[in-house]
């Protein structure tokens, strides 16, 4: 069972019994956001690296969209690692040099 922290640290505290079923959840709502940030990552790095619409190091980055996968054994790192590629892929967005629309090919793009 998942106890939040105040309960390990003021172990007093007692839980109502329909809080059981919420840290459930919370534990699996983690998981699955932990899986959804590496399918997201990874392709952003693939759609990145096939149309070269960032720099190249951007979907090099999409390196750590492996470490979210590994969330079960290191949890710290793989949350971290998320918002890391995060941060990576707002500076990128920051950097990139804007085509005026008057420049740009009439046709859509296409993937």
């Not at 983690?30 to 070269?52: D, E, F, K, N």
């Not at 390196?63 to 707002?90: D, E, M, R, T």
């Amino acid at each position: 069972m998942a106890y939040p922290a105040a309960v390990v640290r003021f172990g007093g505290v007692v839980l109502p019994v329909l809080s059981q079923p919420l840290l459930a959840l919370a534990v699996w709502s983690y998981h699955y956001a932990q899986l959804g940030a590496a399918a997201m990552i990874l392709a952003t790095s693939l759609v990145v690296w096939r149309t070269r619409v960032l720099p190249s190091w951007v979907a090099v980055a999409g390196v750590l969209g492996v470490l979210p996968l590994l969330h079960l054994w290191l949890p710290i790192v793989a949350a971290l690692s998320s918002l890391l590629w995060f941060a990576v892929l707002g500076v990128a967005l920051l950097v990139a040099p804007t085509v005026p629309a008057e420049d740009r090919d009439a046709a859509p793009a296409t993937v």
